[in-house]
């Protein structure tokens, strides 16, 4: 326990789903690749909240959710991992997928096209070595510097490391990848799927 947070590795019920991906909406309101493909600030807010519940919800077989939670149990952070050998996932679990996108993003057609050309453009240049994948990592602006991210990564970069492979994440802010080389991540490479569009930065990081 860290601040009086602590970490929880329980399956989620329906309710919790919905704060886990209300928490990814407030961290990633204000994210460029978001703003991007939802400029408009009261569709992202809704839209957000959908596709993270969605894409939680159908992370599918073997996918790994942790979160971190305040005494009162309250979820303040979320890291969904895909351990070795789950990425890419099954067709059955991206068309499972395919609904909540749609919802999210159906008011701007443009934003479909765009993040398919993103989405391509990841799985394309997506590490074939064996490796953890961090899916996705976030916690509540509240609350954040107080320990959450180094809390749900160094839990999963255990694992990593205890099965001898490397991890491997994408981030679309700049300013994060100081943050990642902390614990061990490296650029690996910038992708730019949409000229108009922000960069996504891959990060790879060795097994300790």
Same mark, same amino acid.
């Not at 650029?187 to 060795?206: H, S």
């Given at each position: ?16 789903? $919905? ?28 839209? #957000? ?34 351990? *070795? ?64 991210? $180094?809390?749900? #990564?160094?839990?999963? #970069? ?43 930065? *891959? ?6």
């Amino acid at each position: 326990m860290k601040n009086g947070l602590h970490l929880d590795e329980s399956v989620l019920s329906k309710a919790e789903l $919905t704060s886990a991906a209300l928490v990814a909406n407030r961290a990633f309101f204000d994210d460029p690749f978001f703003r991007f493909l939802s400029p408009n600030d009261r569709l992202r807010e809704r839209g #957000l909240t959908i596709f993270f519940r969605a894409n939680l919800i159908h992370l599918g077989e073997g996918a790994r959710v942790v979160t971190v939670r305040s005494t009162a149990d309250a979820i303040q952070g979320v890291a969904a991992w895909l351990p *070795t050998d789950r990425y890419p996932q099954s067709i059955r679990t991206q068309i499972a997928q395919v609904p909540g996108t749609l919802r999210a993003l159906y008011r701007r057609p443009r934003s479909l096209m765009d993040g398919n050309k993103y989405l391509a453009q990841i799985s394309k240049t997506h590490p074939k070595e064996p490796h953890w994948y961090l899916y996705l990592l976030v916690a509540d602006p509240s609350i954040q510097r107080s320990g959450v991210g $180094t809390m749900l #990564l160094e839990q999963g #970069l255990a694992h990593a490391d205890e099965e001898g492979v490397g991890s491997y994440l994408e981030t679309q802010k700049e300013d994060n990848l100081g943050y990642y080389r902390r614990f061990g991540y490296e650029l690996r490479d910038t992708l730019r799927p949409v000229k108009e569009g922000p960069p996504i930065f *891959t990060m790879w990081r060795r097994p300790r």
